[in-house]
């Protein structure tokens, strides 16, 4: 293989690369010479864009997928395009920030509901699948509440610092008066408020023992079993996730050969480990990033490529990421101004 460093490429060279990969990402499939001397901008015999081409492909910009085809952007090819784009990012549509601009206002919408509507924003616009992931924080809870419901079940209500609030059914214990469910709650509230949700399961197991002068057995017990449905999630680390889209890429029969390793992708990203890694990425590199293919090992066997960027809360600590997930010719020049908008419509929500 020729060297042609980056830096050396001659302009005619720089313009004629820039037509296949922009040929690529639109429809998919090589590109010929006769595609490029055609073009208003080049105007060169198809002999002497052939020429050029092979200059390109020995630099290991293009390569051809079999005999007598055109050419495609090369891994490296299509990273140095991207990285290109990176550099001179352009803006978001207006028509299109007005997807986004509503998640900050929130009108009312709790952090999941602000992230679900998101994903599906950009999963419309990108036509493609969209995720947002979020790490496991151990927020502080700001209430807790015990609900009687049918059936002899308890609904436990948990409201996060962050707004967001989860609910849990547990089993009413045999016997247990209404005003146990007013005291558990009101105890739970009065010694425990503003504290993260692992402390209050620690703390709660001992106050039980030194402090069972306040509580009688049954509320006691109430307790006990409320805490044990989040009990499990304590010292976890993980991401959780949001996908949304997935049959945009599904649909596209271009982006792999094998739709059914698409649909395993699917299925690793909605493990929380898998996702926890791909959060990892983002944090360890502090913006936005653009996997393509087998640059991240989730994608590597799939032919899809992964456009993400942090958010980050009011005291701009990334606590999370917005990406889509696309074919390997996905619009790159389109996508990533709407994924970089998006993180920050998400920021401005949770600020």
Known sequence: MTSLPVLEMT???Q??????????????????????SSHPDIGLSSASVRAIMAELEGAGLLFSPHTSAGRLPTHAGLRLFVDGLM????????DSQASFDSLSVGDGLSVNQALDKASLALSGLSKCAALVMAPSEDLSVNHIEFVPVQDRKILVILVFSNGHVENRLIEMPAGIPAHCLVEASNYMNGHYKGK?????VRLADQD?????????????DLIARGLASWSDAEGRDEASLI?????NLLEDVKAVDDLARVRLLFDKLEMRSHATQ????????????IFIGAEHELFSETGCSV?????????????????????????????????????????????
């Open 196 to 200: 993260p949700l692992t402390d209050i």
């Open 307 to 351: 456009v993400l960027s942090p958010y980050r809360n009011a005291d701009r600590k990334i606590i999370g990421a917005v990406g889509v997930i696309g074919p390997r010719h996905m619009n790159y020049a389109r996508i990533i101004p709407m994924v970089d908008y998006t993180s920050q419509a998400i920021a401005r929500f949770l600020s």
């Open 243 to 247: 996908l949304n889209g997935q049959t």
């Open 208 to 220: 039980r023992v030194h402090h069972q002068t306040e509580l009688d057995t049954l509320t006691s």
């Open 278 to 289: 791909l959060m990892q990425s983002v944090l360890a590199a502090d913006g936005l990033q």
């Open 11 to 13: 302009k005619r060279s």
């Open 15 to 36: 313009e004629i690369f820039n037509i296949i990969v922009n040929n690529y990402l639109e429809t998919g499939t090589p590109v010929g010479s006769g595609v490029i």
């Open 87 to 94: 550099e001179i990012q352009s803006a978001l549509p207006v």
